[in-house]
């Protein structure tokens, strides 16, 4: 194991290695950084070693007692954690605050210190009070229909200086790809083996963080590029990031002025967010996910194995993972069926014309 440490040196390597992973403005590291320093408030500073699962579950029963916007009411100032519990405030956090603000983020450090082998187990592990049934229900997620597909793909932006805008939506559609998957793409993940043109992806969870395998390290998966995304011109954008010098195959430009800086998986599903509500539907229960729902569907339909499907997504129950990997180097097998896939009704020969005339005016 590794040398132990405080929670707030942990808390401190955390960050720096989530910095690092997910890129994040100042004020939303703030945020999260001040989320962290209340809990070190309620729990105390100590040896990671020493902490146990009671800990943190008296902790949020802490948190459910903890006034709201603490930091800019005076009667609070000078206080301990201690004391300001003891108060009994009138206004406190509510439960989704609670699991979401902090329960979720305090979970994540004592997880990533298990993983770093800093802790002997995961003293976190089903901390974090699951949602109700009716929230079950209302989060369910649905695919996409022909008509919003349509919608999709007649509304896209194709912008020079915003290339993402067209290209993340489309690649996701005929891959089923994570939004933070995507935005994460590097110029050299894209590559041909074997005549099949693919691109290496950082595998994410639902939550948006990295996996990583046993040892540690990031999980990756080959996913082949389906034969519309090239004939869409994908390559030819590749290879003009590639003539550009860019590493990246996505990123941003700063506001007035001419730095770029990469492009967040957070980001851009605010920007997706806004898109979907305004050109294609209202229903919160379709997203930037439906589109993964979309392809698993689509592949079921054709009778595709299911380990199959797993490895070209990524979203991989628990207990297919033995048999996700086996499969990860089959590249050919994913490529059999990925060409299987296809939206009927939905024509993409205007996007293919815009595409092509941005190519050509980058």
């Known amino acids: 194991m590794r040398q132990t440490c405080l929670l707030s040196e942990l808390m401190e390597e955390y960050c720096v290695a989530l910095q690092h992973e997910k890129p994040a403005n100042e004020e939303t590291q703030k945020r999260y950084r001040d989320a962290l320093d209340t ?5 105390g500073d100590r040896e990671i070693t020493g902490y146990t699962r009671q800990d943190l579950l008296a902790l949020k029963a802490k948190l459910y007692r903890w006034p709201a916007n603490v930091n800019k009411l005076e009667e609070f100032r000078g206080r301990t954690a201690e004391e300001i519990v003891r108060m009994n405030p009138a206004k406190t956090l509510d439960k989704r605050t609670v699991d979401t603000k902090y329960m979720d983020k ?9 993983r770093q082998g800093m802790i002997a187990g995961d003293i976190a592990q089903n901390v974090v009070t699951s949602v109700t049934v009716a929230e079950k229900k209302a989060r369910k997620r649905k695919p996409y229909d022909v008509e919003d597909l349509k919608k999709i793909f007649a509304s896209l932006p194709v912008h020079p200086e915003r290339p993402h805008l067209a290209w993340i939506p489309l690649i996701a559609a005929y891959s089923g790809a994570r939004h933070g998957e995507l935005c994460r793409l590097r110029v050299s993940d894209i590559n041909v083996a074997h005549r099949i043109p693919y691109m290496l992806v950082t595998e994410e969870d639902d939550r948006g963080n990295i996996v990583t395998n046993a040892r540690g390290e990031h999980s990756h998966r080959l996913v082949p590029l389906h034969p519309l995304l090239v004939e869409m011109g994908l390559l030819e954008f590749v290879a003009r990031r590639k003539a550009q010098g860019k590493e990246l195959l996505f990123e941003l430009r700063r506001k007035g002025s001419n730095e ?9 599903a605010r920007t997706f967010e806004a898109f979907n509500r305004k050109h294609v ?20 339909l054709k009778d595709v194995p299911p380990e199959i499907c797993f490895a070209i997504t990524g979203h991989v129950p628990q207990y297919d993972s033995a ?8 590249l050919a097998d994913k ?8 939206y009927p009704g939905v024509d993409l020969a205007a996007l293919k014309e815009k595409l092509s005339s941005l190519l050509c005016r980058c």
Do not use: C, W
Not at 106 to 114: C, D, G, N
Not at 260 to 268: D, R
Not at 335 to 342: I, K, N, P, T
């Open 323 to 330: 048999q996700v990997t086996a499969e990860d180097h089959r």
């Open 106 to 114: 305090i979970a994540a450090v004592f997880q990533y210190a298990f």
């Open 281 to 300: 539907t209202n229903d919160l229960r379709k997203s930037f996910y439906s589109f993964r729902y979309n392809v698993h569907r689509a592949l079921q």
């Open 39 to 43: 809990m070190v408030r309620l729990l």
């Open 260 to 268: 770029f800086v990469p492009l967040t998986g957070e980001y851009y």
């Open 335 to 342: 490529y059999s069926a990925l060409v299987q896939l296809a």
